[in-house]
């Protein structure tokens, strides 16, 4: 994976079986045998893409290394309902107490990933991207970013640490456009920081400071409707002209899966999407012993 190191993941799932089993999975210890052996597969209950596999086959080396994975779809195939994504053979101690745990993640991923890809399929033919934001679940953003690359979609920024995006309360706070972006710049310089920064504007006079500022690598366009983008996009792609320089555009905001593709044509770089993450609903998807 990209973003999570195994170390980190191991961590992750300490913490899920922690939550799950407490001190002991009294239901499957009191009906099941100690030495019951069997097979359960993982089954799709409807269409999209699958996204957690390779977090499954984690998860399921974690809690019990004897369990045999038998995989035949990996992360990023679309996938119908009825199909068979894999096959998990061991001891049925093990392949209950993993099940629940298992499930909750890759329908959270799956669920992100076909969200992405339905946005990003939308806008496919504009050269326009879609991007996630910050708006995840706490402790599950590295995996839920992963789910967005997974999907098709584009990752933002991973943290405040990545990147300088300074917003509008940023701007506020700095005393305006042309302090925040100069401010930001300084610090890259003094601490020797190679980031890019992004400003977010709010009107077309807070546009023509920036570009007068020079110094930001992205503008983000917030909550305008598409034809103010429009124009922006036009008063940005001039000035790109004028000074040999170019500014990546993005439009943030509001923006839904039913506007996403106007904004897309007003020829912006990126459209960012919090419903990517903050919102989804997960990828149906069951569990279930092989008889």
């Excluded at 601490?191 to 920036?210: G, P, Q, S, Y």
């Amino acid at each position: 994976m990209k973003y999570i190191t195994d170390r980190q993941l191991d961590a992750l799932i300490a913490q899920w079986f922690r939550e799950d089993i407490g001190d002991g999975d009294h239901t499957s210890l009191s009906s099941i045998p100690a030495s019951a052996m069997g097979c359960q597969q993982l089954i799709i209950k409807e269409d999209g893409i699958l996204a957690g596999v390779e977090v499954a086959e984690h998860v399921i080396r974690f809690f019990d290394p004897s369990l045999r994975t038998e995989i035949f779809i990996r992360d990023g195939a679309e996938v119908h309902k009825g199909d068979i994504a894999f096959k998990v053979y061991g001891k049925v101690l093990s392949l209950l107490q993993v099940e629940r745990t298992m499930l909750n993640i890759m329908q959270r991923m799956s669920g992100i990933a076909t969200t992405a890809h339905r946005y990003q399929s939308l806008i496919a033919d504009t050269g326009c991207r879609v991007l996630d934001t910050r708006k995840t679940t706490p402790g599950l953003r590295l995996l839920e970013k992963e789910a967005v690359r997974i999907g098709g979609g584009t990752n933002h920024r991973i943290g405040l640490f990545d990147m300088i995006l300074l917003k509008d309360n940023h701007v506020d706070f700095a005393g305006g456009i042309t302090a925040a972006i100069t401010r930001a710049r300084a610090y890259c310089k003094e601490n020797h920081k190679d980031l890019r920064i992004e400003i977010e504007v709010r009107t077309e006079d807070e546009i023509r400071e920036a570009l007068l500022t020079n110094g930001a690598d992205r503008i983000m366009l917030d909550n305008f409707t598409p034809e103010r983008t429009r124009a922006a996009v036009r008063l940005i792609r001039d000035w790109e002209q004028q000074n040999n320089r170019h500014i990546e555009i993005e439009s943030s905001g509001g923006i839904t899966i039913d506007t996403l593709r106007d904004y897309a044509l007003c020829g912006v770089d990126f459209i960012s999407v919090g419903a990517l993450t903050h919102s989804v609903k997960s990828l149906d998807m069951s569990f279930k012993a092989v008889k």
